[in-house]
């Protein structure tokens, strides 16, 4: 057994949204620390830059509740999120003009406390950059360069691995295969730090429209896996076991432990592939 911190944050809503009109700018940089993509926002309420994750495993972008109320936001539309084995309130904010760089990030945000995840990590979370901002673009994560780029819709490279990608209104999901088993879908999620979470019972296939965060510090066995990505095989493979789904329709969370083993993930999400880019192996 051991102790588990993973961003496993999923706001789920039915509510239809448009997509994300691409930007002129085509990069900005990350960092990866702690497992997770750090990014520095700038909003016109706050003189500083704020502290953002890029976490696809969020269906929409987030503020830290303190946040938003130490730099003046008007708290808006109270929601109930629900969490693991709890409920927490939510407010949708008011329109937000947030950049990275040139770059401009989605323009709602869902305000929520995110202090547990504060303070777990070495800076504060200021908010996360959700699956909305995936919407109607091709992005590009490359963790050698450590950039992230908005390219132009493309075919894939006969040197990378596309895989099927399914964008719901619960979450972007690519399918898996754990121990040689049938493929599975998992989340692909960027806000989770570990390589996997795995879902070892039945999952049926559904996806709900209530609201779910789920940000926890949870004692869950552990084991290592044979996990196979595409024409990709990973041999013991830290991975967490989880007797009942963290999401619906979900067998578990893809996260960064095993992205980061490639050179590049693109994400198109209009054309419903993830690209794999190989790294060059050194002669």
């Not at 989880?242 to 992205?259: R, T, V």
């Amino acid at each position: 057994m051991r102790w588990l911190l993973c961003v496993i944050l999923a706001v789920q809503v039915a509510v239809a949204r448009g997509e994300t009109t691409p930007s002129t700018s085509t990069e900005f940089p990350f960092e990866y620390r702690e497992g997770l993509l750090w990014i520095k926002v700038a909003i016109t309420q706050s003189e500083q830059p704020l502290n953002f994750l890029v976490d696809t495993g969020a269906g929409v972008s987030v503020i830290n509740l303190n946040t938003a109320k130490r730099i003046g936001l008007k708290l808006g539309r109270q929601v109930t999120v629900r969490g693991v084995d709890t409920k927490m309130t939510g407010y949708w904010q008011q329109w937000i003009s947030a950049k990275v760089g040139d770059v401009t990030l989605p323009t709602e945000y869902l305000a929520v406390d995110l202090e547990k995840l504060s303070r777990s990590c070495e800076q504060p979370v200021d908010g996360l950059v959700g699956a909305d901002f995936f919407r109607g673009r091709v992005v590009q994560i490359d963790f050698d360069a450590q950039k992230i780029r908005l390219l132009k819709p493309e075919k894939s490279r006969k040197s990378d691995e596309a895989l099927p990608l399914q964008l719901r209104s619960c979450g972007m999901r690519v399918p898996i295969s754990v121990n040689g088993h049938d493929r599975q879908w998992v989340r692909l999620d960027t806000g989770c730090a570990t390589p996997l979470q795995w879902v070892t019972s039945d999952v049926p296939d559904q996806c709900t429209h209530q609201m779910a965060i789920g940000l926890a510090e949870i004692s869950i066995p552990q084991t290592k896996t044979s996990v196979g990505i595409g024409e990709h095989q990973f041999s013991d493979v830290p991975t967490g076991l989880h007797e009942k789904p963290i999401f619906p329709g979900e067998a578990g969370l893809l996260g960064n432990g095993l992205l980061s083993r490639f050179a590049t993930v693109t994400i198109d999400a209009k054309a419903g592939r993830v690209t794999l880019g190989k790294r060059v192996q050194a002669r």
